[in-house]
């Protein structure tokens, strides 16, 4: 909830304890909850940025891909690496990190806060040495403070402030018991800046463009007009005059019917064409710059112009390499960091979120692809049945190769005879 969400309900909710306040009020203020009442409290009631199309899309677009990757903990070991799967932590965040919220929902949320607010907050709670739950913080109640003087006991440490919205109470974190998830668009290192601040302008332009379609279709695609009489009409009846022309011209309803005028008047349209001032063009423009900076690719926001089969596929490694694996990797640095102890993390312990899961092709292809795999030693057999989740089999556990195949210093040699030729 925002700050001036917070005011509006608290003070709709004392009003509504107070009837005469209530009666006192609606003589010479606004209506309880309206914008203009907002303002009236001195409270800026602004739009939400969600209520963007592009905007949305691309948050619901980066969000769902975090709430897709399963997340896995390995070892390096002697052997290479290898995956643990018996692990509380492992456990615990395969199951549920929290009683409320699944994986999918949690790395989804977390994504989402992080890319709207700049930043994302996650408060580790440890029950002595082992991790309990993990709950998101709400970024707008989180700052971030640096104690460079020492004043908790430790210099140059970092800590997270939380208030607490319901109660007002204030709660100190020590960083290790805080995962922190920013954006790329930092420049002290320790905060994110979100794309609607950076951005702020061309957000604004599109939600005031999508404002003005919004009320050309309430108007039922009907645009200003002027009424010429020949005359002198008082204020009044001038504006009676024109709320009974808006009544008949104005609104869905209304749309294709007639409109009655008076003998001696005039109705002149002042025509505005859409593609006069390019307002498409430029609104297309102002998606894709919105989208750019999210390392969205225009296929993913339905922008299809310039594409076809083949290069939507190439678009969609692109926003793998471009975007999502910055992203993965910041996630992978921080959990491995702040979840695993100092022995583990010696150990060669570490958190690896599993990408192939959005880079799946087609049947066809993935079958040839683990065909590969396992006729070149690389998987065994079990490990390529596992990835099409069926079941082992007893004699899958081995690698396998061609026999044919020999290193290259030694073709010829099956040619060489033993011994004289005599």
């Not at 606004?30 to 409290?41: A, C, H, Q, Y």
């Not at 004043?151 to 919205?165: E, L």
């Not at 079990?382 to 290193?407: C, F, K, S, T, V």
Request: net charge neutral; with cysteine.
């Amino acid at each position: 909830m925002k700050v001036a969400d917070w005011i509006q309900s608290r003070t709709i909710a004392f009003i509504d304890r107070h009837p005469k306040i209530q009666n006192v009020l609606s003589k010479f203020s606004p209506s309880v909850g309206s914008s203009d009442f907002m303002r009236w409290l001195g409270v800026d009631a602004k739009k939400n940025a969600l209520s963007e199309a592009t905007y949305f899309a691309c948050l619901k677009k980066l969000s769902e891909t975090m709430g897709k990757m399963p997340l896995h903990l390995y070892q390096n070991t002697d052997k290479g690496v290898v995956g643990q799967h018996n692990d509380e932590l492992i456990k615990l965040l395969k199951a549920r990190p929290n009683p409320y919220m699944t994986p999918s929902k949690f790395w989804s949320t977390v994504e989402m806060n992080r890319n709207h607010h700049g930043n994302a907050f996650v408060f580790l709670r440890w029950n002595k040495f082992r991790l309990d739950s993990m709950w998101i913080m709400p970024s707008e109640d989180v700052s971030v403070v640096v104690d460079d003087g020492g004043v908790f006991g430790q210099s140059d440490a970092i800590w997270y402030q939380y208030i607490d919205r319901q109660t007002g109470e204030l709660y100190i974190f020590h960083s290790d018991d805080v995962l922190h998830f920013k954006t790329s668009t930092t420049f002290d290192g320790l905060t994110g800046a979100s794309v609607q601040e950076t951005l702020k302008s061309t957000i604004q332009g599109n939600l005031a463009a999508q404002d003005f379609i919004t009320n050309l279709y309430e108007n039922g695609v009907t645009a200003r007009a002027v009424v010429q009489y020949t005359g002198d009409l008082s204020d009044d009846k001038q504006k009676r005059l024109i709320k009974g022309f808006e009544e008949f011209s104005s609104g869905t309803k209304n749309a294709g019917r007639m409109i009655p005028v008076p003998a001696g008047m005039q109705i002149q349209p002042l025509n505005l064409k859409l593609t006069d001032s390019q307002f498409f063009e430029l609104k297309k423009y102002s998606a894709l710059q919105v989208a750019s900076a999210f390392g969205i690719k225009p296929n993913q926001i339905n922008d299809y112009e310039k594409s076809s089969y083949r290069n939507s596929e190439s678009q969609n490694l692109a926003f793998y390499t471009d975007t999502v694996l910055y992203i993965v990797k910041q996630y992978e640095e921080e959990i491995t960091y702040k979840l695993l102890s100092t022995s583990k993390l010696k150990s060669g312990f570490f958190f690896k979120f599993n990408v192939s899961v959005i880079l799946r092709t087609d049947a066809e292809t993935q079958m040839k692809i683990l065909t590969g795999y396992v006729q070149n030693g690389v998987k065994t057999p079990n490990e390529a049945r596992a990835l099409q989740d069926m079941p082992a089999h007893p004699d899958g556990d081995n690698l396998m190769a061609n026999g044919n195949y020999i290193p290259l210093g030694d073709i010829g040699k099956q040619y060489e005879r033993n011994g004289d030729d005599n």
